[in-house]
């Protein structure tokens, strides 16, 4: 069976992005791969977190990832920290990793603005550690929505560099990223992707009904009438249309059918409603199961135990060909 590695940062509640980009796929995936998913609380402090909301963020996503149809038998789900080989295998990769190629990426340009007061190295090495996830597991693909595919490549050209310095070592992830979906924008500013950090912009899975209708009816959109797909010209429209569409699995030409002649004024709260009854079930199932915090402890235990075996493997071959002694 061919192995998937995907996980999410706990630096914030859980938003309809990442379900749309990464989580839907996911769920799709369970049943033809060995997958492991992860929640990758070592990522989330590479900005300042609240200790307390952390840990219960940790757990909470947890729970929604089952709520999200993630069945914890099937796969292998556990927190990072819970498993040291991460942070093992970073500091080697890091060691095979240069300062021009982590100066390129994106996501670091764009953190570095956001907090220009605390820019860590552990900012700077977020893409080595993100390596260092997939490669642990021999992962053949990496399902994660669109801003993270230049941190895949990057992966997959450290991956080829190890293997060609030493031997065939790890296998190369490639990046699965949705056909619809992949970037979902901001509410607020169609021009910038939601982001669990930007809380006015963006929904999350555990938003209430009028929370989200309230959002929706709010979303920047264009001083036109027409709901039409147009990326450049209509981009919080054609937002809205890809979540519209992700949500009730319509097409993009059946959706501006249903709306032709019908202004934003309908448009946007049949968008939000849509959202509404897709989080219902997940909302109300996560709530559930965070009243069994024993269960979620069960699972996390059990995902991190299974991980744990799977990276000493490749932890214990990458010692050996760097040439550390034995212990
Ligand atoms: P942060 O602002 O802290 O980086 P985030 O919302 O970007 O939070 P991540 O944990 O960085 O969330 O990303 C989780 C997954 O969701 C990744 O696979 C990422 O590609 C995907 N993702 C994040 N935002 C979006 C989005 N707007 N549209 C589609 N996929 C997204
Ligand atoms: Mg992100």
Redesign the pocket.
């Given at each position: 069976k061919k192995r998937i590695f995907?996980?999410?940062?706990?630096?914030?509640e859980?938003?309809?992005?990442?379900?749309?980009?990464?989580?839907k796929n996911w769920v799709a995936l369970q049943e033809e791969y060995e997958c492991v998913y992860c929640i990758?609380d070592m990522?989330?402090i590479t900005?300042r977190q609240v200790p307390a909301e952390l840990r219960r963020r940790s757990v909470a996503q947890l729970a929604q990832y089952i709520a999200c149809g993630l069945d914890p038998e099937k796969n292998i789900m556990f927190i990072q920290s819970h498993v040291p080989q991460h942070a093992e295998l970073s500091w080697v990769l890091g060691c095979y990793t240069q300062f021009g190629e982590l100066s390129r990426m994106t996501?670091f340009k764009m953190?570095s603005k956001q907090h220009a007061d605390n820019i860590t190295a552990g900012l700077f090495t977020y893409p080595v550690l993100m390596a260092a996830d997939i490669l642990l597991y021999q992962a053949d693909l990496v399902?994660?929505?669109?801003?993270?595919?230049q941190h895949v490549e990057l992966c997959r050209d450290i991956a080829q560099r190890f293997n060609g310095v030493y031997s065939e070592t790890f296998t190369l992830p490639e990046p699965f990223i949705?056909k619809l979906?992949?970037?979902?924008?901001?509410l607020g500013d169609p021009s910038s992707?939601?982001?669990?950090?930007?809380p006015d912009g963006?929904v999350y899975l555990m938003d209430k009904p009028e929370e989200v209708m309230r959002k929706f009816k709010r979303a920047v959109t264009d001083s036109e009438t027409a709901v039409k797909y147009d990326k450049d010209a209509k981009p919080g429209i054609s937002n809205l249309l890809t979540i519209y569409c992700a949500a009730t699995g319509k097409t993009l030409e059946q959706a501006e059918e249903e709306f032709a002649g019908q202004g934003y004024g309908i448009f946007k709260p049949a968008v939000g409603e849509a959202v509404v009854e897709l989080l219902r079930p997940i909302r109300e199932e996560s709530q559930r199961l965070m009243d069994d915090k024993a269960y979620l402890e069960s699972v996390y235990r059990a995902g991190a135990e299974k991980a744990g075996r799977i990276a000493d493997r490749t932890l214990s071959k990458v010692y050996r060909k760097v040439g550390f002694v034995a212990r």
């Open positions: 995907s996980g999410i940062q706990p630096s914030g859980l938003t309809l992005g990442s379900y749309m980009g990464a989580i990758v990522h989330a900005v996501q953190k399902p994660v929505g669109e801003d993270q595919k949705p979906g992949a970037r979902i924008m901001s992707k939601m982001s669990k950090s930007d963006c």
